[in-house]
Every structure is written in C-alpha cells, then in structure tokens.
C-alpha cells in the first residue's frame, strides 16, 4: 500500500492550491482517506476526510474553504483549497484506513503518505 501526495507550493495569501493523494496497492473505495496537516511547531491536526462512501467531514478552520474530491478510477483524492490564508501553512498529509468512517482520529488511519508542503505567504 502506497500514498503519494503532491501539489504543494508557495502562494500567496488568497489563491487556490489543489493537492492531489495518489493510491496504489488497495481497493481505493474500501478505504476513508484523510487529510492531515502539521504546521511549524504544533502537533498534526485533521483537516477533511472522506469516508469509503463519499461523505465527507471538515475542520472548522476550513469548512467552506476546502473541498475533498476523488476520482475512484484513478484511485485518487484530491483537496481543493481555496482562500488561503498564512495559517493554511503545514505540511499536508494524506492517509488510508480500512472502512468507511467519518473521523480524523489518526489511529484510524494505517497508511500514510509523505507530506507536501503548502507555504501561504501573507
């Protein structure tokens, strides 16, 4: 089981960035997939996920703003983030677990990919 996410960069204040989590080696509709964040000197936090059947969940720190879609035929999620703010900066991961269930609780999640990362500057 392999995650691969990609698509972090350095923008400013107020721009989209869409990150793109890769899937390979599991059936990609058996798994809730997460996104997970960790800013410069705070702990990891859940930002979205989206369970194995396509319902999603939101930090309030970024609903309205962020958007998790997938494409099942690539097995790949994707977030959309828009309106971003310095705030927004972290290292993005993105993770797999087993089941469909709505939660950012991370020991739920087996799998995980490397981090991007997103710098928002101001």
């Known amino acids: 089981v392999q995650l691969q996410a990609s698509g972090g960069g350095l923008v400013q204040t107020g721009v989209s960035l869409r990150l793109s989590c890769s899937a390979s080696?599991?059936?990609?509709?058996?798994?809730?997939i997460g996104w997970f964040r960790q800013a410069p000197g705070k702990e990891r936090e859940g930002v979205s996920c989206?369970?194995?059947?396509?319902?999603?969940y939101y930090a309030d720190s970024v609903e309205g703003r962020f958007t998790m879609s997938s494409d099942n035929a690539k097995n790949t999620v994707y977030l959309q983030m828009n309106s971003l703010k310095p705030e927004d900066t972290a290292v993005y991961y993105c993770?797999?677990?087993?089941?469909?269930?709505?939660?950012?609780?991370?020991?739920?999640?087996?799998?995980w990919g490397q981090g991007t990362l997103v710098t928002v500057s101001s």
């Open positions: 989206v369970s194995g059947i396509g319902d999603t």
């Open positions: 993770a797999a677990g087993l089941g469909s269930y709505l939660t950012t609780e991370e020991s739920r999640y087996r799998y």
């Open positions: 080696g599991f059936t990609f509709t058996d798994y809730s």
